[in-house]
């Protein structure tokens, strides 16, 4: 049921998520950043200058695509750039003058909530440049880092393969949990037994039982003065009392009491020792299957929320 319920909200969500944001757009040669004297563009400046956008959630990779737009006419002999840099990213080059597009990936995939603007050339007060050079940065915010059908469907393949790991996970340890439950009552529950069936009170009865076998016999065979039912039950309380088997068949030779691992015998011995061993190492912090199951079943939703977050991502690819 909470599986059920925390898809059901990831595909609200999903329906209700803003529209993209539009590019934002800085000027990079201007008459803004540079002085206009007889129609040339001097000491141009590019100073560093902070860009910032508000981040969601993403289940694919993400790239900010940095595009620079030249018209007019911006020639020049020096090699004008400018850089971007972003927290955890790698910096990208800016080369302006060539109207190219490069791309700033945050760490991981992650979408770049922030990024600096500088200039990466010294050449940049130097140049004289054509009154009617004008030349502007396009920033595409996070935009999905995709260009194909095959690497869209090889994400969500990703996706998929992380959430089978992940159910797998969960259903092993959904079987530690149930065995570490199962394994404590069982081995409880049989030393229980073993302890009340080897007590003095056990012992001294199957002795007597074997004392009182001589007894029984001749009540039963040569007592006239019992009925034929008095005598069918000594035949049954006879019948019943090698049940009880005798002392020595819970001792060890040295007369001590057997343990449990005695009983279950040689075959048995080696397995219960490892098992007992390992009890034993885990006796100050044992594992909590329990809560690492209950984890592993949250991870397995929050895997299944990211597939329908990234097939709604990648949707223009995946149709």
Same mark, same amino acid.
């Not at 219960?272 to 190492?281: E, F, H, T, Y």
């Given at each position: 049921?909470?599986?059920?319920?925390? =898809?059901?909200? &990831?595909?609200?969500?999903? =329906?209700?998520?803003?529209?993209?944001?539009?590019?934002?757009?800085?000027? #990079?040669?201007?008459?803004?950043?540079?002085? =206009?004297?007889?129609?040339? #563009?001097?000491?141009?400046?590019? $100073?560093?200058?902070?860009?910032?956008?508000?981040?969601? *959630?993403?289940? @694919?990779?993400?790239?900010?695509?940095?595009?620079?737009?030249?018209?007019?006419?911006?020639?020049?002999?020096?090699?004008?750039?400018?850089?971007?840099? &972003?927290?955890? %990213?790698?910096?990208?080059?800016?080369?302006?003058?060539?109207?190219?597009?490069? !791309? #700033?990936?945050?760490?991981?995939?992650?979408?770049?909530?922030?990024?600096?603007?500088?200039?990466?050339?010294?050449?940049?007060?130097?140049?004289?440049?054509?009154?009617?050079?004008?030349?502007?940065?396009?920033?595409?915010?996070?935009?999905?880092?995709?260009?194909?059908? +095959? *690497?869209?469907?090889?994400?969500?393949?990703?996706?998929?393969?992380?959430?089978?790991?992940?159910? $797998?996970?969960?259903?092993?340890?959904?079987?530690?949990?149930?065995?570490?439950?199962?394994?404590?009552?069982?081995?409880?529950?049989?030393?229980?037994?073993? @302890?009340?069936?080897?007590?003095?009170?056990?012992?001294?009865?199957?002795? +007597?039982?074997?004392?009182?076998?001589?007894?029984?016999?001749?009540?039963?065979?040569?007592?006239?003065?019992?009925?034929?039912?008095?005598?069918?039950?000594? #035949?049954?309380?006879?019948?019943?009392?090698?049940?009880?088997?005798?002392?020595?068949?819970?001792?060890?030779?040295?007369?001590? @009491?057997?343990?449990?691992?005695?009983? =279950?015998?040689?075959?048995? %011995?080696?397995?219960?020792?490892?098992?007992?061993?390992?009890?034993?190492?885990?006796?100050?912090?044992?594992?909590?299957? *329990? !809560?690492?199951? *209950?984890?592993?079943?949250?991870?397995?939703?929050?895997?299944?929320?990211?597939?329908?977050? &990234?097939?709604? !991502?990648?949707?223009?690819?995946?149709?």
């Amino acid at each position: 049921m909470k599986m059920r319920i925390a =898809l059901a909200g &990831a595909t609200c969500a999903l =329906l209700l998520a803003p529209e993209a944001r539009a590019a934002d757009v800085i000027d #990079l040669i201007s008459p803004t950043r540079c002085e =206009l004297r007889f129609n040339r #563009l001097l000491n141009c400046r590019i $100073n560093p200058l902070t860009l910032s956008t508000p981040t969601a *959630e993403t289940a @694919v990779p993400l790239r900010t695509a940095l595009r620079s737009v030249v018209s007019g006419n911006c020639s020049t002999q020096y090699p004008l750039e400018a850089k971007a840099e &972003a927290p955890g %990213a790698a910096p990208v080059v800016i080369p302006y003058l060539r109207g190219t597009e490069v !791309q #700033l990936r945050g760490p991981g995939g992650a979408p770049v909530g922030t990024f600096t603007l500088s200039d990466n050339s010294t050449w940049t007060p130097s140049a004289v440049l054509d009154g009617s050079c004008l030349i502007k940065l396009e920033v595409r915010w996070n935009e999905v880092d995709v260009s194909s059908a +095959a *690497e869209a469907h090889a994400l969500i393949a990703q996706i998929d393969s992380a959430i089978t790991a992940a159910e $797998n996970h969960a259903a092993r340890m959904e079987e530690l949990m149930l065995y570490q439950k199962a394994y404590s009552f069982m081995h409880s529950l049989a030393d229980r037994f073993r @302890v009340e069936l080897s007590n003095e009170t056990m012992q001294e009865l199957r002795a +007597a039982a074997l004392e009182s076998g001589p007894a029984l016999e001749s009540m039963i065979l040569n007592c006239a003065d019992l009925s034929f039912e008095e005598r069918l039950a000594l #035949l049954r309380l006879h019948g019943g009392l090698w049940v009880l088997g005798k002392p020595e068949d819970w001792q060890r030779p040295d007369g001590t @009491v057997m343990t449990l691992e005695d009983h =279950l015998g040689p075959n048995a %011995a080696e397995i219960l020792s490892r098992l007992n061993a390992i009890i034993d190492r885990q006796t100050e912090n044992p594992p909590d299957y *329990e !809560q690492l199951y *209950e984890d592993a079943v949250t991870e397995v939703t929050r895997l299944k929320n990211k597939k329908l977050l &990234a097939q709604a !991502q990648l949707a223009p690819w995946l149709q």
